[in-house]
Each structure stands twice: as C-alpha cells, then as structure tokens.
C-alpha cells in the first residue's frame, strides 16, 4: 500500500493570504499613484523653468552665454520628456496590479523598482541643472519644486542604488548640455571660435567617450558604478578647467560635481514631538529684577545679576536644493535685506539634517534644522539697532518693529580652488526679539495627567492629625513689585495673599516603585525658565515628629527631587518615583522662576499623594471591526472568562479611562477625538453599557467598543492598534484594577459571499455569457444574477457594492474601452453590450471588485475602499444560436430527376442545451415567442453538399450536384380540419430542383443541407444537417 500525502490550506489561512495579497496591491497602488502625482507636478514645475530661460536667452551678449543657456533649455526639456515616459510606466504598472496573483506582482515590483531608478536618474539630472551657472531665480525656483517631489518618491529605493542613479543622471545632464553649448558656440560666428575650435573639438570627442561609459552603466551595479562614476568625475573636472579658460560662461560640466546649494527657502510648521518652528526668533530673556540663586545649593541652581538678561539657543527650519547638498554652520550668514548681517551678535551654533516628524503632508527631504545663539559678550545698543526699526523722529517705537533677515549660503565648487562661488538667499522673514511673554504669577501643571488645583494640599491642617500648618499663599496681582515675595501684610509692600486651598480635594494615589509625571502647563513653559520639586517639609505637622522623620528617612529613596529643571530641555517634564515599600502620604512642593528671575509662586504649589501597590491588570481585551457582505460593519463581543471580574467590583467608587497616546483619532485638521468607549454585555446581542460604579459582576460577560459618534470609519489608521485603559478606583481613589482594550480596524477581503453557481465558469474562471437580444438585436443583454450567488439574498435584497469590469467590452467615439458594471435601481446587474462583441470566442478579461466606501484612513474622504477577489476571470459574449443543434423530424427523399422535391421548415427539430425555450422546430426559432432567434430565410442561402458516405464527410466541390435548394413559400401539405384532411399550398420551407438528367447516380447518394441564415444579431448562423436522400431512378 502506498500512502499519498498532501498540505491541507485552511479557509482562514486562504483568506489570509488573499487579504496580505490584496492589502499588498491596494497599498502598491496607493504608492504608486503617489508617484504618478509627484512626477506629474515635476513635469509641470519644469515646464515652468523652461519658459522661465527664454527672457534671459534673449538678452545674452555673448555666443557662449547663449550656448550655454539653450544647452540648459534643452536639458530641461529632455528631463521632461523623460519623466512622461516614467509616467506612463507607473500608469502601466497599476493597470497591471488589476488581478494580479502573488506571482505577478513580484514582477510588477521588479519593474517598479527599475521605474524609480529611473526617476532618481532624472532627480540627478535636475540637480545638476540647478547647478548650472548661469540660470534665472524663476528657473531655479521651479527646478528645486521639481527636486523636492522627485526626491520625495525615492524613499523605497535601495541607498547606494539611488546614489549611483542621482550621480549618473548629474553626469549625463552636464556633459550632454556641455556637448550642446560647445557645438552650438561652434557654429556661432564669434570671433573667439577660430582660436578655440580645435581644442573644444577635442573636448567634445572626450565627452562623447565620458558618455558611451555613462550609457553602458547600471544603478543597481552597484560597486562598479561607483568606481567607474569616480573615474569619470575626475576627467570631468579637468575638462572642466579646460573649458573654462576658453571661456567661463560655456563651463556648465561643473555642474555635475558641484555638491553646493543652489536654493535656500525658510520652513514653518509644527513638528509632531517637538512643538512648533517658527520665524520669531527670541534670544534674549527680560531684564533680572532680583540678584539671587533659583534652587540655592540644589543641583543645577539658576543664577540672575539684576538688570542682566539671560540668552538662549533658537532653531529654525531651511529647506535645500538639491536635496543631496551638504551644508555647514559655516556657509551661513543671517542678513537683512540691505546686505547687513548679524556678525558679533548672533552666531550659528550647529546646523543639522533633520530628522523629527513634520506635521502630515510635509517631506523631509532636504531639511536642516539651524541653531542660532546670542554670543555671550555682546552690545545691547548695537543688537537693538540692528534687530529693531526706528519711526520717522529716530526713535524706537512703543510696540517694536523688527528688522526682517534672511539665511544666506554661499558654497564653493572646490573648497580648496575655489573654482566658482554661488550665494543663494531666501525669503526675509527672521526676526531677531527679546522675550515678549509676560512673567506669569500662577504655576500650573499636572500630576500624572491630574490637574494640581483637583489635589490634595495642607492650606489648613494635616488630613491625620488635624494639626494646623502654614498658610498657603498666592500672588496678588495687584501689586506692582514681584521681584521678591512679602508675606507681611502689616507691609506697605506686600505683595502676596492668603490662596490657593485644595484642603478639600482627594489625595492623589500613586503606585510605589513606579514613576508619576509633573508636567508644567503651556502658559507656565513660555514663561518660565526652570523649576524644582522638594519634599512638603514645612507641612509635615505630627505632634510627634514621626511624619518628618519618616518621609526624612525616606527622601534618599525618593528620584527626581531636589534638582533645578531646565524648562526648554525637559519640556517642563519631571518624573518622581518613591523607591519604598513603605505605603503613606507625602507631599510634594513645586517651584518655578520666570525668565526674569521672578517666582512664578511666591511660595511654591504642593500636592499630595498616597502610596500603594500596584493595581491588578485584568488581562486585555482585543476588539475588531470589519466589515461583511453588503457593506456592513461588526465589531466583535470579546468573552469574559468567569471570576474575571467578581466581589471586588463592590468595592468600586469610580471608574476613570487613564490618558493616552493611542486612544485618540483625527483626520487632516479635524479636532482629535477620542478612539472609542470601552462597553460590556450580559449577553452576545444583549445590550452594551459603559462600566461604572454599579456595574454588577453577572452583568460583565463580554466586551466590546463603541467607535465615536461623528468618528468616520477612514479617520482610524489602517491596521493601528488603538487601545483606552480603565481604572477602577475605590473611594480613597486608590486603584483596585485596570482593564486595557485594544481596538483595530480591520480592513476587509473579497466577501466570500460571491460565488458562481455549480458549473457556469469553466477551469479558467471563463463564463460562457449568452446574451439576449434587445433594442432589435442591437445589443445583447446579461443578468450576472443567473450566474452567481451573492449578487441577492434569499429575501431577494441586492447587495449593492459589487462593481464588475470587462475589459474591451464598450466602444466609446471609436476607442474600445473597458466596460464597468455596477448596481442600479432599474436594471439591478443587468448589463448589454453591442452585437459586434457578441462573438462566442473572444475572452474578455474581468475583473470584481467589492466596494466598501469610504473606510481607508490611506484613501481618505477621497476614494472608497475596494478589493478585487473571486474566481470569475474571463468572460465570452455569445449567442444562444451558435449551440443550436440540428436535426430532420422528417427527412426528405430525394430521387434524382424527378419533379421538385420539397420540405417544410417543421420537418427540422432544434436542440439548445442552455435553454429548453429554444429547443422546439426551425419554423417556430423564426417567431417572436422565440425571440426571432433565426431572421426569416426567405433570404437565406441554401446549398446540398454530397457526402463521402451516410452519416459522413462532405465531399469537396460537391455542392448542388443533384438537386439545387431554394426557399419557398408555397409548399403543399395537410392539415386537419373539423376532423378531416384539408390540403394548403402556403407552407414555407426548402424546393429542390433537380439538375441535369444526364447521370443518374449508381446508387444512393446522402447529402448534407447547408443553410447560411442569420440570427437575432444579425450574425451569421449556419444550419447544417446531414443525410437528405438522393435516390438513383
């Protein structure tokens, strides 16, 4: 016995599969059209540059500047042409994605990453073009547009093979421009041709040799490339030389090595981790009003000398051109726009490749992020001056007027030749301020994510011992001096008052061993230099000194305290953790100082918080949403384990979400919103509540979500995980438990809903579509419900989502398009197509695609969400009447030279296989009952071809050798009538005249009818029926 084994694949491993298939080509096609785009708006950018040369061509007074520059124009030109061939790649690419296999695609994004080397090859040819001496702001302007959206479709491309495809196109460009000046200034009339023009012939054979090399190198050759690249690059620069000595202007072959910038602009937005960039630049901190030590003998204490102003480090964002130049701290120079600049004042600390997140929508390519800072001995008049504008007496106005500076770069081609210069300067809006943010006089801030004015502090007593503490103060505001804090009310100068009393407010419970965040709020960060927590000494109040001792004795065990924070460097965060398993209350005391050496609390803000163990984490729960048949969606009801949440549910005095970096969802610029709301169910269809202090532990049996009302489904990132976080507090506000749920959308496959029906599609997925006639035979007509399930349900309720395409299947104004099929209201899934598609034979490819809507977080509120799926792969539009099959009810017998021979249309029996209505008698297929299947013969022709032998072969040239056919329409035949034979003469059916009586055959001869009619659609139909008798006489 021999065993046969095989591997066995699960419907949810299929189903896997076909969505990682699936999800695979919609994110390829996402891309890709991305790319389509970007090189669309690179076209068009360089369009402009091109236009933008005309001018400059015009007024060019020497044959070599003019050489040079319609050498540029031309470049420019080819670029663009060669990002239209690239366009229509990537276009052919996503055509093919169109019910790709898993096979396919491979190949598809083989071609795609061949496209993309190409895209960089044209990216370096741009560079180069902007490093092309002599151009126009405007043409510069719109090749760093093109260089940016080029750029910005390499992100998939292998490092080493972009940088060979950018230095190739950099290489070609120079030298094919180069080539085209230099014959152009040949053919000029200049008078400084004739010396030259051996020399630059010379030239142009070595370049033609440095291009053969360029046209036989590959990007993805990757080590080759390189070397040979660097061999080229140093014959380049010495051709260079050459060229310039005939004339500076000509020279655009440098362009190919040149790493400089050749466009400079200033960048504004929002980075995603590290608060905003922008163009207000200040440097210098208010005046001191006190001379002391903020934090005296803590770490990291901050000094002020009264009248002294602090100086600080700002950044600011520039964007490059090309987005491979590399600049330094060096190459930059601020200035304003009569050409001063802030040297003595203001240098550049560091310039560096930015890598943070940008605000959605912004591309890094080509970022630098610019350090700037006051130098520490610097003139406060001269600063002013050159920071602040005058009016018109020569005073400084009230309400500053800033100086408006711009970045200037200068880079070299050879840093140590200095073959030639290039100085580029962007728009001129820095501005250089002193600190405009008022001192503010209320600190604010959090207690992990807790608001400190809703925690506990001690304005009164001890909560334990009732024992009174120190009064709690705050600043009046209505004083004029906040330099220095006076508690003395009997003080003319006082200028603080009895506040800020959160007696009443809970303690804040905290876990031991586990870090809590301070976090400083956004008014007191912009006003604010540093700040420190310590322990809540003064308020430790028990009669017995044991609280001071205890939290003395605990203090080594506590990080974060006593140390002077940095505002701008900690973002105004501080973690504390108590290294204890001793469970108690301590309180914390919170001091910050204004940038002008002022308090912002003239005594400091406590909280208190309650040590205890870490809560229990009930296991996490996964809830999904997808989406069905007929578009619907389901968000899955997870089960609850028994026990899970049982008596200690009593003891619940609040339930609370903990805050969150992945709970919240938003799209473009919407208001963020929260993800969804966590809910339980006694049962799987039961009703859904959100958890709080009355929720009964019988009741807890599933859970599940509620995504948020006016949340569209695209605003939740494809495939993120979203999770929210419970707490369940007792009424001390201690934690008893939490529960995690985490969320994820899922995006949906191909419904296996839709399905052929047993036999209608052949191995290959083809389906043989008989077609009815409509409008005359005009056009065939299919009802896709007769041949798949899915399209309706039992109730005979539409799904409405599917969307079927035929490829080649419309002709549109003389161009054959594709046919598209969707639902509608009339006609359902009915569709038609002209006669001349109707051929039995042609494979039209199809296909299905399921329309989901708008639910893609990559696709937006712009495009729905569809996936292709199913077995339905071709399709042949027939005719019912090409599968009749053809047979004598009565045979005629012919004997040769007799008298006409005759038989009625009725005599031949019709058989189709597709469909009984068709099966009847060739009279009745020429009725309306039967759709006129076959037009009336009386047009038809009609042959008698003899056989080789009965029930054989048609013997060649044979036609009509006995008897010739003809319609006719008066056969004679009976009929009963009232009971008795009654003969007509209108009977319509086929003549035979007998030919020649020359010959009379030696025996019988059987004979095939041949009846070349047409059908419903005009087409040609062919009958064809064997074994008509002639006899020998």
Known sequence: MVSSTGTFVSCKDYDDDVTELWDAINGQKTDLTAKVTAVEASIA???????????????????????????????????????????????????????????????????????????????????????????????????????????????????????????????????????????????????????????????????????????????????????????????????????????????????????????????????????????????????????????????????????ARSTFTQNFLIRVSPTDAVISAENIKLINSQGADMEGMVSVSDVKPYTGLLTRGISANGLWEVSVEMNKEYDAEAFKAATQAKDENGNYPKDPKYILYAVSLNTTLDAEKGTYSRNVVSEYNLTFEQDGAEAVRSLGFTVDGTDVDNIHNRAKMSEETQTATPTEYVWNINAEDFSEPIFDDKNEKCNTEEGDDRQDKDILPVTLKKAFTVQLDDATMEAATAFYIVLDKDRAVSSDDSEIEAWNAAEKNIKGINTVYNVEATKGKAEILIDSNVKDVYGFRVYAVNHDGSLVDPDGKAFYVLTGDA?????????????????????????????????????????????????????????????????????????????????????????????????????????????????????????????????????????????????????????????????????????LVSSFNGLKDATDTYDENFIFTFAAAVNNGGEVEDLEVKYDGTNKYKFNVTENFINNETKHAVTVEYNFGKISSKLGDVKDYTVKGGEFKNIIFSCLAEINTYAWATAPSLTYAQTDGTTLFSNIKVTNTRDGKYTTTLDKLMTAAKDNMISDLSNATFELWSQVAKDGAIKEGSKNEYFTPNYANDIKYTVKENGKDVEKTDGKGIKFTPNSEAQNPEATVYSTLIIKAKDYFGHDAVIEIKNVEVKKR
């Open 45 to 307: 950018s360089l369009q402009t540059a091109q236009t933008a040369l005309d001018a400059k061509i015009a007024e060019a007074k020497t044959a070599a500047e003019k050489a040079a520059l319609e050498a540029q124009k031309a470049a420019i030109a080819a670029a663009s042409a060669e990002l239209a061939t690239v366009k229509g790649e990537l276009e052919s690419s996503i055509a093919k994605l169109q019910g790709a296999t898993e096979e396919e695609m491979a190949a598809i994004k083989a071609d795609v990453e061949k496209t993309v080397a190409a895209i960089a090859e044209v990216d370096g040819k741009v560079i180069a073009l902007q490093a092309f001496q002599s151009t126009t702001e405007e043409t510069l302007k719109s090749l760093a547009e093109a260089d940016k959206a080029l750029a910005g479709t390499l992100a998939t491309l292998d490092a080493e093979v972009k940088a060979n495809a950018v230095e190739i196109g950099k290489n070609k460009a120079a030298i094919e421009a180069q080539k085209k000046a230099l014959e152009d200034y040949i053919a000029s009339n200049d008078a400084a041709v004739e010396a030259n023009k051996g020399e630059i012939e010379d030239i142009l054979v070595a370049l033609g040799k440095q291009q053969e090399i360029l046209d036989g190198l590959k990007a993805f050759d990757v080590a080759e490339t390189q070397q040979a690249i660097e061999d080229l690059q140093t014959e380049t620069g010495k051709l260079s030389e050459k060229i310039s000595t005939i004339d500076n202007k000509l020279e655009v072959l440098s362009a190919a090595i040149y790493k400089g910038v050749t466009h400079v602009s200033l960048m504004a937005g929002l980075s995603g981790t590290e608060g905003a960039f922008n163009w207000n630049l200040g440097l210098l901190s208010a005046e001191a009003v006190r001379t002391w030590t903020f934090g005296d003998k803590l770490t990291g204490a901050v000094s002020f000398e009264k009248g």
């Open 615 to 783: 809560a229990e984490e009930l296991n996490a729960y996964s809830v999904e949403k997808t989406w069905t048949a007929n578009g619907k969606s389901e968000i899955s009801m997870v089960p609850v384990a028994d026990g899970v949440f049982g008596d200690w549910l009593n003891n619940v005095a609040t339930v609370n979400y903990v805050a969150s970096e992945v709970d919240t969802v938003a799209y473009g610029s919407k208001t963020p919103v929260k993800a969804f709301t966590i809910k339980y169910a006694a049962k799987e269809d039961g009703t859904q509540n959100e958890f709080s202090n009355s929720t009964k532990a019988a009741d807890v049996k599933f859970i599940t979500i509620a995504t948020t009302s006016g949340a569209e489904d695209y605003w939740y990132d494809d495939a993120k995980t979203y999770s929210r976080t419970l707490e369940f507090k007792n009424a001390r506000g201690q934690v008893l438990k939490t529960l995690t749920v985490n969320f994820k959308k899922v995006l949906p496959t191909f419904p296996a809903t839709f399905q052929a029906k047993v036999n209608q599609l052949n191995a290959e997925g083809t389906l043989n579509a008989f077609m009815l006639p409509i409008e005359s035979g005009a056009k065939g007509e299919k009802d």
